[in-house]
């Protein structure tokens, strides 16, 4: 059994990442090789729904903050959704609510990145 | 009565899930909460990630031992390797919002351990033992359950 996993989803204009399982340092490297990939195709609408996943250390926090900064940069963003009240605590101890923006639903993230573009268009 | 459990693995990151499931286990038979065993077996991964990371610099055929020691309230985890010293207890903490704003990935891992942890002891003699010992108490209703 696969300790972590990595679902990839595309929508208008924004993309979806599901998390699932642990993100720690052994997994890490496979969500940065995700977010790593979305970059190179210009997909700086990016949504990672947290739904799933069990448990994060800060290896796996650290590959936001790697993301964060050239995505914000081509005028995307990283918002995070869908924490267990478990992961959210690991988000909070290292102060993340105040650089990341944090939804309980997946829908309002998108909902967010259109009302953005309708805006600027 | 004193109660010592022990484990040995190899420094590579896959191993961390077996020190996971080791220590929750531990924490939760010695009567803490799944929130408060939660937050210990996070400060161990913590812990055996600086290890791998900076001790053996990611050599993964290093052994790391990792002790826990249990005696009326007290809950101690003792991580044991002889690579590079590092001591987290000199490292300065980070000012975390200026830290998180320059988006730095190093140095959460100690701030973690430090927050989650009551008291976090290092002992070192370079290239020969570095002990890391993180240890949490349990509130005085639990441990007088325990007696």
């Not at chain 1, 949504?47 to 995307?76: P, Q, T, W």
């Not at chain 2, 803490?32 to 610099?57: G, M, P, R, W």
Request: charged residues 30%.
């Amino acid at each position: 059994m696969s300790e972590f996993k990595i679902h990839h989803r595309s929508g208008e204009g924004v993309s979806v990442i599901d998390l699932k399982g642990y993100l720690d340092a052994h997994t890490a490297p496979e969500l940065e090789n995700a977010l790593q990939k979305l970059i190179e195709e210009k997909k700086f609408n990016i949504v990672v729904n947290c739904k799933d996943l069990s448990y994060i250390s800060s290896a796996g926090l650290g590959v936001f903050m790697a993301y964060i900064e050239d995505v914000r940069k081509n005028r995307g963003d990283i918002k995070l959704t869908n924490m267990s009240p478990k992961v959210y605590n690991v988000f909070d101890l290292l102060g993340f609510p105040i650089l990341y923006e944090i939804y309980k639903d997946e829908q309002d993230a998108i909902k967010k990145f259109q009302d953005a573009r309708s805006v600027q268009s | 009565m004193t109660k010592k459990l022990s484990k040995t693995i190899s420094s590579r990151t896959d191993n961390l899930l077996e020190v996971r499931e080791f220590v929750m286990r531990a924490a939760r038979d010695f009567g803490f909460s799944d929130e408060e065993s939660s937050k210990i077996v996070l400060a161990v991964d913590e812990a055996c990630t600086n290890v791998i990371k900076h001790a053996y610099q990611n050599a993964p055929d290093k052994k790391i031992q990792i002790d826990i020691t249990s005696e009326h309230d007290t809950f101690q985890v003792s991580i044991i390797d002889d690579g590079k010293s590092f001591n987290p207890n000199t490292t300065k903490l980070p000012d975390l919002k200026q830290h998180l704003t320059h988006f730095r990935r190093g140095g959460l891992g100690v701030y973690l351990m430090r927050t989650l942890m009551d008291k976090v002891e290092y002992s070192y003699s370079p290239g020969k033992r570095n002990v890391v010992r993180l240890i949490k108490y349990l509130t005085p209703d639990k441990a007088a359950a325990r007696s």
